[in-house]
């Protein structure tokens, strides 16, 4: 199977940054589009940014300019650059990717288990 391991999570100060990481491996034949979506309790999901195996990118309207998406297909790893980080960055920060297992397998979602980011004011 395909598993997202989400690293770079934690407790940062408004104004500051983090760095998260999401590294797929397992049972991979390609990787089409990664994203990073968060979750805050009582919220819908919310796509934060996404990444096409091309490197084409698309953000959420309140990160832009202060988020930076970008992708190693050699490593099959997405990141999320945060700078500028405000409260209402806090959430729950997920890492997706559309996944083929084997040449003949459609592409299938997969999601990593999280990591929390708390930005204190």
């Known amino acids: 199977q395909v598993q997202l391991v989400e690293s770079g999570g934690g407790l940062v100060q408004a104004g500051g940054s983090l760095r998260l990481s999401c590294a797929a491996s397992?049972?991979?034949?390609?990787?089409?589009?990664m994203g990073w979506y968060r979750q805050v309790p009582g919220k819908q999901r919310e796509l934060v940014a996404g990444?096409?195996?091309?490197?084409?990118?698309n953000y959420v309207d309140s990160v832009k300019g202060r988020f930076t998406i970008s992708r190693d297909n050699a490593k099959n790893t997405v990141y999320l650059q945060m700078n500028s980080l405000k409260p209402e960055d806090t959430a729950v920060y997920l890492c997706?990717?559309?996944?083929?297992?084997?040449?003949?397998?459609?592409?299938?979602?997969?999601w990593g288990q999280g990591t929390q980011v708390t930005v204190s004011s």
């Open positions: 397992g049972s991979i034949f390609s990787i089409n589009a």
């Open positions: 997706n990717a559309d996944v083929r297992t084997r040449i003949v397998s459609p592409y299938r979602p997969y």
């Open positions: 990444i096409t195996s091309g490197g084409s990118t």
